[in-house]
């Protein structure tokens, strides 16, 4: 087995680094977020960050790099304050990573790829058309990580949108069924199987 000490880990080519660090903590989500700023420009981009913060109330949150390059993301999420979270498919992956790309503020990723913007519930945001679960989210508040100059967001989930074929009796979702993916460090797309899912767990008498 191989071992990183902090000086080593600092001593890696910044590629090899990130390459290291966005994969040894495991399988993360794959959301494309998606925000319209008020003067109409839609946008979407690939996060990988996202995470639930709690159920009562349901919350999220996610990390956004440091503004030192603009945010589309950010941006039009504070004009206006919400967004939507869609789940990356299989048949996705391709033009969700394409989202990643720098785009200028005034060309819509749903422009330079086949995703397809939907609009629901009189949502500002776009839902990306085909995810088979996504969320219509409300901005609540932001955290600087002073460590980093990364930002953490705090929002609402106040819209459920769930593909029936996903949805179980007892509300777990079943992501297998919508061939939903996950990512693996910045740029591996990996489909999970289900194997179990396990009793509530109590200690041994
Ligand atoms: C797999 C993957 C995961 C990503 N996750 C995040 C993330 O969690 N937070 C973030 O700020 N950027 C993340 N990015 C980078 C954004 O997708 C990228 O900066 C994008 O251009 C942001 O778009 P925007 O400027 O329209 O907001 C990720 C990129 C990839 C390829």
């Not at 913060?53 to 993301?73: E, K, Y």
């Not at 990356?88 to 422009?111: P, R």
């Not at 609402?156 to 949805?167: N, T, Y």
Request: aromatic content about 10%; hydrophobic content about 35%; proline content about 4%.
């Amino acid at each position: 087995m191989k071992h990183f000490s902090t000086a080593d880990i600092g001593d890696f080519s910044k590629l090899y680094r990130l390459n290291m660090i966005n994969s040894v903590t495991g399988y993360k989500s794959a959301n494309l977020i998606g925000t319209k700023s008020n003067s109409g420009v839609e946008n979407v981009a690939i996060f990988s960050s996202v995470t639930h913060l709690g159920s009562s109330p349901a919350l999220l949150h996610f990390t956004l790099r440091p503004n030192t390059v603009p945010r589309d993301t950010y941006k039009n999420i504070r004009e206006n304050q919400v967004f939507t979270v869609n789940h990356v498919s299989l048949k996705h992956i391709q033009e969700a990573h394409h989202t990643s790309a720098k785009y200028d503020e005034h060309i819509s990723e749903f422009d330079q790829t086949l995703l397809e913007p939907e609009y629901r519930m009189d949502w500002h945001a776009p839902f990306v058309k085909g995810s088979p679960v996504a969320l219509g989210c409300r901005y609540l508040n932001e955290y600087d990580i002073k460590e980093n100059g990364c930002l953490l967001i705090v929002a609402a989930i106040e819209h459920i949108f769930i593909d029936d074929e996903l949805l179980q009796e007892d509300g777990w979702v079943k992501l297998e069924n919508g061939e939903v993916v996950a990512i693996n460090g910045l740029d591996g797309y990996t489909l999970p199987q289900l194997k179990k899912r396990m009793e509530y767990a109590r200690p041994k008498k």
